[in-house]
């Protein structure tokens, strides 16, 4: 059964950190990149943060320098570390796997909110 699973989310208040971890299925053959997205309520889902097999990372320009991305191959499992977390940085945070072949996996999402 293949599963994609987040962890991690809760509240924080601003400038505090949380790390999300997301795990993978041992199903889930020939995986090339994970990632990170996340929609706000009223707002269309976006790109987060994404790691290649190889290491190779990009991120969006909105969190550049406040959020690092890794990944643990041999666990198929990757993380999303946040710092400095802004009140904009509120949503629900979705991991997602994409395959050597193309095919995406996507987790059930976990909540992330910053409130003072």
């Known amino acids: ?6 962890s991690g989310g809760g509240l924080v208040q601003p400038g505090g950190s949380l790390r999300l ?3 993978a299925s041992s199903s ?3 995986i090339y990149a994970m990632g990170w997205h996340r929609q706000a309520p009223g707002k269309q889902r976006e790109l987060v943060a994404t790691i290649t097999s190889s290491g190779r990372t990009n991120y ?3 969190v550049k320098g406040r959020f690092t991305i890794s990944r643990d191959n041999a666990k198929n499992t990757v ?9 904009e940085d509120t949503a629900v945070y979705y991991c997602k796997v994409i395959t050597a072949r193309g095919s ?11 409130s003072s």
């Open 1 to 6: 059964q293949v599963q994609v699973v987040e």
């Open 21 to 23: 971890s997301c795990a």
């Open 28 to 30: 889930i053959f020939g």
């Open 60 to 62: 969006a320009d909105s």
């Open 79 to 87: 993380y999303l570390e946040m710092n400095s977390l802004k009140l």
């Open 104 to 114: 995406d996996y996507w987790g059930r999402g976990t909540q992330v909110t910053v």
